[in-house]
């Protein structure tokens, strides 16, 4: 069972975007688990204020907003370019 | 500054408030009756025909999740507890990377209704499909039980309408969109709704701002001189690490999980909008959630923490006397319209998703085996959805008095554990088997129900019991991974032939969708013409 050049490369892009997906998503979690574990285990540092009105913990929280956000617009900007050139190249292929 | 001599109209028949609710209402009819002729297929009525545009998806996504309790709820938290209504927050938010990674495009080119289509693609339709449907009608049924309690309790505190009329105003306006204008109606609703509500939450904001001369941290240093600096650090929420975690995986794998939200990437043209229309959505209710966190300190200053508990408990009514303390009452009737209609749009979400489940999961695909002609189909659909809807009022005035926050933990509990990990195994794993997605996806159900049975939250906090079998209050941090592993053991216990087989063909159509008109869907598939020219769409297709 041969598989023809083209189902490779399609076996090659589906890896690939499984893996940047992986990636991503293993960056997601940890950036979210180390803020809540920080809630959990370090209050008094999560409180302590960098500027009046700004505690670390305030200034983490919207950090990880805004990275969550960012991190759905580097996957974004990866797919809408590379991954679909690569597809429409395979489409185009056929 | 003096919070204390504060008086409310809240409560009060309001005129602005009145006047505000009927036009949402009379624009989002009048949406309907449009949306309604365009509504002739089930494609249509479940989908949208496919027709949304990213941007109009990113908008009805945020519309979809951020409901009332995000925004009373964490308004809310934050005027009476500070920093803690943030975890909520981050936790609620960080679902959508996820969704966006994992979920959105394999789900887009793999199903067309409901996320079954999608993990029932190379299993046997019936097992799959009846164990689907009970994920997702459990995941509904709670999150409409939440809803439409919270709704009677709110629309009686900010318009004065006793609790059963607005349950049954709330239901019938709601029935009316979902029955007669399907998606399209939805959607469109849901958008009206996302852009109200991010307009007023940004208005009131600014509002809040312009007294602090438009800095946040000088608001929170204002809430730390009037309240002590732990209002800006974690407080009692979270003292239980295993806990923290436990209630972090199932936000972040619940919204995942969601059936009305997953529905939403079927109205997009491809996969491509698919992923944008996340990355919309993800901005959109990250900067919403910014937002409230400022409305919350804004009401522990300028209203009081007092005077916000002393109207309810729970602090509810913050976002809404904010709004009356920095806008007078006109802004408290613009703002509690636009809590009446969120809590409108998420219902009817909600709504639209059950009926998809029970008309395309179980009538058409067990029942009639696929082979129902399409007029049955949408009857069936809309007959699904007038049944859902009466039975939201009736949840609704059931559960009158009930203390049911804890049924929107249990249904992110329920997706994150029923749903989210068959529907990953099945478009990643070659060698997930029927068997192993019926125990998924029962084993995920049961336990989440099961263990929130015997938790703190309904064994100590509900019952008076003075202590619970089960120690964490969300059980997500055992479930998920349970629901993981028996899915893959049965799966591996009892292999499946047929649906390694056919992997390939998933793995195929994931990627590069839907290769050419499969002669099934083709039937009920619009071409694009049928709806108003979409340039974009149309365009890299040509490309294509």
Redesign the interface.
């Known amino acids: 069972m041969s598989m023809n050049p083209n189902?490779e490369a399609?076996?090659a892009?589906?890896a690939a975007?499984?893996r940047?997906?992986?990636v991503?998503?293993v960056t997601?979690?940890v950036?979210?688990?180390g803020?809540?574990?920080l809630?959990?285990?370090d209050?008094?540092l999560?409180?302590q204020?960098l500027?009046?009105?700004?505690?670390i913990?305030?200034l983490l929280?919207?950090l990880?907003?805004?990275a969550?956000?960012a991190?759905?617009?580097i996957?974004?900007l990866w797919?809408?370019g590379k991954y679909?050139r690569a597809?429409?190249q395979?489409?185009g292929g056929k | 500054m003096n919070p204390a001599e504060t008086t409310t109209q809240l409560g009060q028949p309001n005129a602005t408030a009145i006047l505000f609710f009927l036009l949402f209402v009379g624009v989002t009819l009048a949406i309907t009756y449009w949306a309604a002729r365009k509504t002739k297929t089930t494609s249509e009525f479940f989908a949208a025909g496919g027709g949304v545009s990213a941007a109009q998806n990113g908008f009805a996504l945020a519309g979809d999740y951020m409901s009332a309790a995000s925004f009373l709820g964490i308004a809310g938290l934050v005027a009476t507890s500070g920093f803690d209504g943030l975890i909520y927050s981050v936790g609620w938010l960080v679902g959508w990377p996820v969704v966006t990674f994992l979920i959105a495009e394999p789900l887009r080119n793999l199903g067309k209704y409901t996320f079954a289509d999608v993990v029932a693609y190379r299993l046997k339709q019936t097992p799959v499909r009846l164990s689907a449907a009970v994920g997702t009608l459990t995941v509904v049924s709670f999150y409409l039980i939440a809803q439409m309690v919270g709704a009677g309790n709110l629309i009686h505190l900010l318009f004065g309408l006793s609790y059963e009329a607005a349950v049954v105003i709330v239901g019938a306006v709601m029935i009316l969109y979902v029955l007669f204008g399907g998606m399209i109606a939805t959607t469109w609703v849901q958008i009206v709704k996302a852009v109200l509500l991010l307009a007023g939450a940004t208005g009131l904001a600014g509002m809040v701002l312009s007294r602090f001369g438009f800095s946040p941290l000088r608001l929170f240093n204002e809430a730390a001189t009037q309240y002590g600096a732990e209002v800006l650090a974690p407080g009692k929420l979270v003292n239980n690490p295993l806990e923290a975690i436990s209630l972090g995986v199932a936000l972040m794998f619940g919204t995942a999980g969601l059936p009305h939200i997953l529905m939403r990437f079927y109205t997009v043209p491809d996969a491509k909008a698919a992923r944008s229309s996340v990355f919309y959505a993800t901005g959109l209710i990250g900067y919403f959630y910014l937002v409230t966190f400022i409305l919350g300190f804004g009401a522990s200053v300028l209203v009081g923490r007092q005077a916000i508990t002393g109207v309810d408990k729970g602090g509810n009514m913050a976002a809404p006397m904010l709004a009356e303390v920095v806008g007078g009452t006109g802004f408290l009737g613009f703002i509690s319209a636009v809590a009446f209609a969120t809590i409108l749009a998420v219902v009817a979400g909600l709504t639209l998703s059950g009926a998809a489940a029970l008309s395309h999961d179980l009538w058409s695909s067990v029942v009639r085996k696929g082979q129902a002609p399409e007029a049955e189909q949408l009857k069936v659909a809309r007959l699904a959805s007038l049944f859902l809807g009466v039975l939201a009022i009736i949840l609704g005035v059931v559960f009158k008095g009930q203390n049911v926050a804890f049924m929107v933990g249990l249904a992110f509990a329920i997706a994150a554990s029923a749903n989210f990990p068959a529907l990953l195994l099945s478009m990643a794993w070659k060698k997930f088997t029927t068997n192993g997605a019926v125990a998924s996806m029962l084993t995920g159900a049961i336990s989440s129900v099961l263990f929130i049975f015997l938790s703190p939250t309904v064994q100590v906090d509900l019952l008076g019991n003075t202590s619970a079998l089960f120690p964490l209050r969300n059980p997500g941090v055992i479930t998920i991974p349970l629901a993981f592993i028996v899915g893959a053991a049965v799966s591996l216990l009892f292999p499946e032939h047929e649906s390694a087989a056919r992997f390939a063909e998933v793995k195929h159509r994931m990627h590069v969708g839907v290769p050419q008109p499969v002669p099934a869907v083709a039937a009920v598939a619009p071409k694009p013409a049928e709806g108003p020219p979409r340039p974009a769409a149309t365009g890299s297709e040509a490309k294509a």
């Open positions: 189902e399609l076996e892009l589906a975007r499984w940047v997906a992986g991503l998503t997601t979690l950036a979210y688990l803020f809540i574990l809630v959990a285990f209050k008094p999560m409180g204020q500027v009046p009105g700004l505690s913990g305030i929280g919207a990880v907003i805004i969550a956000w991190l759905t617009g996957y974004m797919a809408n679909d597809l429409h395979l489409r």
